[in-house]
């Protein structure tokens, strides 16, 4: 019987590294994804320099959902100076293509409307309407900063309208009102769903759907 001939130990390795790579690739494509927090915009929920994995399954067959939190692509001017920080050296960038550096250029906001929603802001305690229905936001930083600017808008199919929970500092949908996306993004350009905070480790953990748009119709 014919011995089956073994690799050398350097072609083993470079073997092993080139299939971890493609792996990882793989994984980032079409699983989860590293992200940080460069802004105040999602305070409390997400605090500055927060490192969270982004998971994309949940939206393999289906769309985001009110409530979601989202990572998307910049839709067009919306990144401030923070936010689009890149990685600063080789490693960092070749570690981010395969998904193992937190990318940066992308930005996190809530969904509070999907397609065929109107959004509004706000009744008179201040609360976000949706399709006529008020949202308690327990989640916000400040009530009372979520009433300005007014608005009314309708999110057309297809697109999402986000804002940041911490409504008196984020640049979000209702900032862009005037952009010629009025504010919209559109639901392909979401990376996906924030999933698990993995830094720092004293609040490591699964980031929870929020339960305010239970009762929107």
């Given at each position: 019987?014919t011995e089956?001939?073994?690799?050398?130990?350097?072609?083993?390795?470079i073997?092993?590294?080139?299939t971890?790579?493609?792996l990882?690739?793989?994984?980032?494509?079409f699983?989860?994804q590293?992200?940080?927090?460069?802004?105040?915009?999602m305070?409390?929920?997400?605090?500055?320099?927060?490192?969270?994995?982004?998971?994309?399954?949940?939206y393999?067959g289906?769309?985001p959902?009110?409530g979601?939190i989202?990572?998307?692509?910049?839709?067009?001017?919306w990144?401030g100076?923070?936010?689009?920080t890149?990685?600063?050296?080789?490693?960092?960038?070749?570690?981010?293509v395969?998904?193992?550096?937190p990318?940066?250029?992308?930005?996190?906001k809530?969904?509070?409307?999907?397609g065929g929603d109107?959004?509004?802001?706000?009744d008179?305690a201040?609360?976000?309407?949706?399709?006529?229905?008020?949202?308690?936001?327990?989640?916000?930083?400040?009530?009372?900063?979520?009433?300005?600017?007014?608005f009314?808008?309708?999110?057309p199919?297809g697109?999402?309208w986000?804002?940041?929970?911490?409504?008196?500092?984020?640049?979000?949908s209702?900032?862009?009102?005037?952009?010629?996306g009025?504010?919209?993004?559109?639901?392909d350009?979401?990376?996906?769903?924030?999933?698990?905070?993995?830094?720092?480790f004293?609040?490591?953990?699964?980031?929870?759907?929020?339960?305010?748009?239970?009762?929107?119709?």
């Open positions: 019987m089956k001939r073994q690799l050398p130990v350097w072609q083993e390795s073997l092993l590294v080139v971890a790579v493609v990882a690739v793989i994984v980032k494509t699983f989860v590293a992200f940080y927090i460069p802004s105040e915009s305070e409390p929920t997400m605090q500055v320099d927060d490192k969270l994995l982004v998971q994309k399954v949940s393999w289906g769309s959902d009110r979601d989202v990572v998307f692509d910049d839709p067009g001017g990144l100076s923070a936010e689009a890149a990685p600063s050296n080789v490693v960092q960038k070749a570690l981010e395969i998904g193992l550096y990318s940066g250029g992308h930005l996190i809530r969904v509070v409307g999907v109107t959004v509004e802001c706000c008179s201040g609360r976000l309407m949706v399709n006529g229905q008020p949202v308690e936001e327990a989640y916000l930083a400040d009530q009372a900063a979520n009433g300005e600017p007014t009314t808008v309708e999110v199919d697109y999402l986000v804002q940041g929970d911490n409504r008196g500092n984020s640049s979000d209702r900032y862009h009102l005037g952009d010629p009025g504010g919209f993004i559109r639901e350009a979401v990376v996906g769903k924030a999933w698990l905070r993995v830094w720092p004293s609040r490591f953990g699964f980031i929870e759907h929020s339960d305010a748009f239970e009762g929107v119709p």
